[in-house]
């Protein structure tokens, strides 16, 4: 009889697990301080939360004994307003994380790659792994910009997609109009991923009409304060949206997410108030983040801000300001050797 790991998938046994934030009582657990004591800066969350018409919808709510709609119809419908793209090219998902995870195992076979500019989003990677692909990391320039002629350069016959967010996380600038353009000109699968897009305006959805290779993400997780509902919405050619739906799990967004995203689309005006909240938050934090010796700050159009500590110190700032309950992200690569991002919170902490 074999034992049960010789049955696994060798790519899955040797798997890189995704590190994601963790509860803030495990925070305060590990930093030995108060629950009431812990800023979550890591996550890049909503610190206004969602808006108070969910907590009253989801309560008065009577039919979550009932399957949600595999079709999405009303789901599609409110997407289709808000991003002003018609239903059928649109598939909502459990996060943005799932379709990418959708689009990597409806173009990836085993051995496949995709492109990444890095530094960047670890979902990607990730979600390549899992499906047995490879994600070829192309740096990206000394401004964190993309560097288009070492993507093309790394193109192979056996790559399918780039994948890139914009604004970038964890550095926080745009991809180009002119650059995405170059991308999509290449012909491979080219996804936006646009979980930043209410921090700053600029998005790649006109080029949809265009290119049938390009797919743009939206997320409620950051700007609607959705994260723990998981919620997100891919838009793209009406063909690959119809395979799309007729491959994910067909029950794949819950009730709850589905009756919190209608609440949070007929309430925006407070949600786009606390946008702009966070936006002015954003840049007196950079201002004041400037001012420090010693460390270089990049300008974000998203809801974070990127700074580098001087060298060697990195690690010994973000264990200092988790002993003081402030939680930030810290890179533990080559890449981002002393970098550190935090998250935008409210202008009292
Ligand atoms: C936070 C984030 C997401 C995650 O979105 P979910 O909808 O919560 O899955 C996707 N892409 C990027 C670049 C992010 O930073």
New binding site residues.
Partial sequence: MPEIEELLLPHISRLKTYQGVSPSETLAEEAGIPLEQVIRLN??ENPYGPSPQVAEALGSFRDYNHYPDPSQRRLRGALSDYLGVAEENIVA??????I?DLLMRMFLAPGDEIIIPVP??G?YSFSADVAGAQAVAVPRDDNFDIDIEAIRGAITPRTKAIFF?TP??PTGNVVTEAQARALLDTGLLVVS?E??YDFCGQTLKPLLSEYRNLVV?R????WAGL?GL???AGAMDAELAATMMGMKPPYNVNLAAEVALLASLSDTGILLDRVDAIVKERGRMYRLLCEIPGITVWPSQANFILCKMPDGRGLEVYEAMCRRGVFLRYFDNDLLRDYIRSSVGKPEG
């Fill in positions: 996550g890049n998902g459990n996060g943005s994380d799932e990418i960047t989003f979902m967010p970038n996380n991923d979980a930043y993400l997320t409620f997780s950051k994260a998981r919620i997100g």
